[in-house]
């Protein structure tokens, strides 16, 4: 028995099992930390691009930063929270230049974001049945969101030339809807113009998202409904609708702080002086820093806009998530 009990433990330690224990746990650990270690690119890219710009904005924001102190801005006279009084005193010429480019900017986003989903969710709906050249229409409607930007608007700005554009030509020569050829590019016909090119580069976005999330719609329910005596208006009412809501509320969120922040559409139709009328934000902020070199004001001013979009954000999170916790109970 004395001789066999040594035997028996030596087994159990030399075992499989037992050697296989103590190695468990930085195996795990391993297979853990792997998808970090192959995020961690990626976050100290979004870090140096993102981030680190970000707060040297918010430094930048509380400094007295002109043209004489940009060559070593550090230099710069602290202003503490002039520049956002300066900002927010709305009965100032700054302060209310800024808030009427800020209503300017509500109204452009509200309409753009409301056609762009109302025609990209319509063109979605239309083409879910299969038909002859179904593809070839998917393909010209995505055509919009896949040119450059830049490509895009200045074609649309020949189009707007007052003397020789097509926009004129058609409307004032063709149809004859105008007395006269009209200004697109300058006065309040620029938030027109403004939208119109925002709303033709933005629906395809929202016609591809939709279009995704119809596929996840099961056909039974088309034909269940249709089998009641349901038509086409009461199907997208209390089937579509419905089940494109979590894709909705991203999709409308997306789409807001996209046009909410359009620098690129506003700047390259109308070049560094935006017309009054289709002032955005956005190009106003640029203006502020880059036309008037006051970049202490300027980057006071990015800074309320991105607590504007945080509040704006979270709000429609908090709105969103309590609407989808009824629907999940």
């Known amino acids: 028995?004395?001789?066999?009990?040594?035997?028996?433990?030596?087994?159990?330690?030399?075992?499989?099992?037992?050697?296989?224990?103590?190695?468990?746990?930085?195996?795990?650990?391993?297979?853990?930390?792997?998808?970090?270690?192959?995020?961690?690119?990626?976050?100290?890219?979004?870090?140096?691009?993102?981030?680190?710009?970000?707060?040297?904005?918010?430094?930048?924001?509380?400094?007295?930063l002109t043209q004489f102190y940009i060559r070593d801005w550090g230099t710069a006279p602290w202003a503490a929270l002039d520049n956002y009084k300066v900002s927010v005193d709305f009965?100032?010429?700054?302060?209310?230049?800024?808030?009427?480019?800020?209503?300017?900017?509500?109204?452009?986003?509200?309409?753009?974001?409301?056609?762009?989903?109302?025609?990209?969710?319509?063109?979605?709906?239309?083409?879910?049945?299969a038909f002859r050249g179904r593809g070839l229409l998917r393909a010209l409607f995505l055509v919009p969101y896949a040119l450059p930007v830049y490509a895009a608007v200045i074609t649309w700005v020949f189009m707007f030339q007052h003397d020789n554009g097509l926009v004129n030509h058609v409307l004032h020569d063709q149809l004859g809807l105008t007395d006269k050829p009209s200004f697109w590019l300058i006065?309040?016909?620029?938030?027109?113009a403004l939208l119109t090119v925002s709303v033709w580069k933005g629906w395809p976005f929202a016609f591809l998202i939709v279009m995704a999330g119809l596929q996840n719609i099961p056909r039974e329910l088309y034909e269940a409904a249709a089998l009641d005596g349901a038509g086409m208006i009461q199907q997208v009412r209390r089937i579509t609708l419905?089940?494109?809501?979590?894709?909705?509320q991203v999709l409308v969120l997306v789409l807001f702080?996209?046009?909410?922040?359009?620098?690129?559409?506003?700047?390259?139709?109308?070049?560094?002086?935006?017309?009054?009328?289709?002032?955005?934000?956005?190009v106003h902020i640029y203006q502020a820093s880059f036309v008037t070199w006051n970049f202490g004001t300027g980057s006071a001013m990015s800074v309320l806009l991105l607590l504007f979009l945080l509040v704006v954000t979270g709000v429609y999170l908090v709105l969103t998530s309590r609407r989808r916790r009824p629907s999940h109970a």
């Open 257 to 282: 702080l996209w046009t909410f922040n359009d620098f690129n559409t506003p700047f390259v139709l109308f070049g560094k002086a935006a017309p009054e009328a289709a002032d955005l934000i956005s």
């Open 242 to 248: 419905p089940s494109l809501r979590p894709v909705n």
């Open 1 to 64: 028995m004395t001789a066999t009990v040594p035997a028996e433990a030596a087994v159990r330690n030399t075992s499989p099992g037992a050697a296989r224990g103590p190695r468990r746990r930085p195996g795990r650990i391993r297979r853990i930390g792997l998808p970090y270690l192959l995020l961690l690119p990626a976050l100290l890219l979004e870090l140096l691009v993102h981030l680190v710009p970000m707060v040297i904005g918010i430094v930048m924001s509380f400094k007295e």
């Open 187 to 192: 006065g309040d016909n620029s938030f027109f």
């Open 91 to 129: 009965d100032a010429p700054v302060g209310a230049a800024l808030l009427h480019s800020f209503f300017v900017t509500v109204a452009f986003t509200v309409l753009s974001v409301g056609l762009c989903w109302l025609l990209g969710t319509a063109a979605a709906i239309y083409l879910q049945d």
